[in-house]
């Protein structure tokens, strides 16, 4: 004679619930791959694959439980690392997608130190590489001259132009005739042309001769 099955018909079986923590550590939950960081307090949220994008790097170590790498965690499970937490998201977007991105405000240099920090050859090389173009193209401005005009008498020209400092040189020389002096003696009169570079471009200073000076100098060339 047959045994009667039992009628489950009317039972439901539920899983127990478990908490983010221990999903993060159970084997066979998909959340597993998801890897929790406490950056400086703030906290991000990434996947191991992308930790693990560079295999030389201190993040590739820390997931893989590296016994020479002393890492502590939080209450919540999440790595603590003592870094800047605002330089740390580049560097995370360059592990996700390989390209640099930086947020108006920060400054290549931070950038640089922490991928330093997380030992990123390829982001160390990339941040270098947009330095150098940086400061080239600041070396490469036009150099600015400021330009002043000085009127002067023939005996006073020499020591004019033999004290002149602070970065002025002479430009050009322009006789404008002679002017009557005491003791009934003529005395020459000069206009002389003098420029400096101009280094600090916020003073709002002409770079330009002045209308003046440009045609002082046309003059001078013809005499």
Same mark, same amino acid.
């Given at each position: 004679? !047959? &045994?009667?099955?039992?009628?489950?018909?009317?039972?439901? @079986?539920?899983? +127990?619930? =478990?908490?983010?923590?221990?999903?993060?550590?159970?084997?066979?939950?998909?959340?597993?791959?998801?890897?929790?960081?406490?950056?400086?307090?703030?906290?991000?949220?990434?996947?191991?694959?992308?930790?693990?994008?560079?295999?030389?790097?201190?993040?590739?170590?820390?997931?893989?439980?590296?016994?020479?790498?002393?890492?502590?965690?939080?209450?919540?499970?999440?790595?603590?690392?003592?870094?800047?937490?605002?330089?740390?998201?580049?560097?995370?977007?360059?592990?996700?997608?390989?390209?640099?991105?930086?947020?108006?405000?920060? !400054? &290549?240099?931070?950038?640089?130190?922490?991928?330093?920090? @997380?030992?990123? +050859?390829? =982001?160390?090389?990339?941040?270098?590489?947009?330095?150098?173009?940086?400061?080239?193209?600041?070396?490469?401005?036009?150099?600015?001259?400021?330009?002043?005009?000085?009127?002067?008498?023939?005996?006073?020209?020499?020591?004019?132009?033999?004290?002149?400092?602070?970065?002025?040189?002479?430009?050009?020389?322009?006789?404008?005739?002679?002017?009557?002096?005491?003791?009934?003696?003529?005395?020459?009169?000069?206009?002389?042309?003098?420029?400096?570079?101009?280094?600090?471009?916020?003073?709002?200073?002409?770079?330009?001769?002045?209308?003046?000076?440009?045609?002082?100098?046309?003059?001078?060339?013809?005499?």
């Amino acid at each position: 004679m !047959a &045994e009667k099955s039992p009628d489950l018909s009317g039972s439901v @079986y539920q899983c +127990p619930a =478990l908490s983010p923590e221990q999903r993060m550590q159970s084997p066979g939950i998909g959340a597993s791959k998801w890897v929790r960081l406490n950056v400086g307090g703030t906290y991000f949220l990434t996947t191991r694959q992308t930790l693990c994008r560079d295999s030389k790097s201190f993040l590739y170590r820390l997931c893989q439980a590296d016994p020479d790498l002393d890492s502590d965690k939080d209450e919540t499970g999440a790595y603590l690392i003592d870094r800047d937490p605002t330089y740390f998201g580049p560097v995370l977007n360059y592990l996700r997608h390989g390209k640099l991105v930086l947020n108006r405000g920060l !400054a &290549e240099e931070g950038v640089l130190e922490e991928a330093e920090f @997380y030992n990123i +050859p390829s =982001l160390i090389r990339l941040i270098k590489d947009k330095i150098r173009e940086r400061d080239c193209k600041t070396v490469q401005l036009p150099i600015k001259h400021v330009y002043r005009v000085l009127q002067c008498q023939e005996e006073e020209l020499t020591q004019m132009v033999s004290t002149m400092s602070d970065g002025w040189k002479f430009e050009q020389l322009v006789s404008i005739g002679s002017s009557y002096n005491y003791g009934n003696e003529d005395q020459a009169e000069f206009l002389c042309v003098v420029s400096k570079e101009l280094h600090n471009q916020s003073y709002g200073t002409s770079s330009e001769p002045s209308e003046k000076a440009k045609i002082l100098q046309e003059q001078g060339s013809r005499m």
